[in-house]
């Protein structure tokens, strides 16, 4: 299992900046080992992120998604205390959901 | 008669059989689009996701750093003023992969997103914004880099 997310999630005006840092190697596939060998590609495929269990934002991401990504996003009229959940799914089928509550 | 248990028991077997034959797909495959990440070139990944020919915009604010010192953390954010905006999805011209990510936006997220890319070589990047009435638009930068974020 991957180390949690952080995620840090403010409100801003109407609405609530939400930052995300992810742990994951995002390998890919291009990359070789001291021996020669390829590494496999290994990185996050899905992302979504759900405001008080209702889906918000979601995306696709390929290998040219930097390691440990970073993502920014802001989500309009939410409250301090509401749930900010992140889910990511990578192409090996792992998968990791963290909740931050909107401060 | 069977019990609930033995149940869902006997169909968790029946779906992880099935999911190993891959009959079904595992669901981490079901909604990623394979080809758009796999095709090469920015006509290639425009043609994978069905969309028409974009027109370059003012209206979509495309902010990448002139340089990247490091190809493998190169900062960049897109956002856009304009209603109706669904997805966008960042274009790398010169990657292996061209097609970074596409971001997906409902009602209640302001359209504009933030993350770091891997860069190989300096480079066009755009951002894509695919409208909700079929209009596509799109910004670029050239992103200088001095040391490429893929093979090494």
Redesign the interface.
Known sequence: MSDPMRIRAQVQGS?AIVRVLMSHE?E?G???DAAGKTIPAWHI??VT?A?NG??????????????N?????????AKAGDKITISW?????D?RTDEATIA | MQTRREMMRRSAAVAALLGGAGVLPAQAQTAWNKGAFEAKGVEGVLKALGVAKPVESQDIVFTAPDIAENGAVVPIAVSTALPGVRRIAFLVEKNPTTLAGVFEFSDAVETGVGTRIKMGETSNVLAVAILGDGKVLYAQKEVKVTLGGCGG
């Open positions: 609405g995002m890919t291009l990359r070789k495929t899905e992120a405001l209702k889906t918000v934002l979601s995306a696709q991401w390929g290998t040219a998604i930097a390691k990504p970073f993502t920014q996003f802001t989500v309009k009229g799914v990578d192409n090996h089928g998968k």
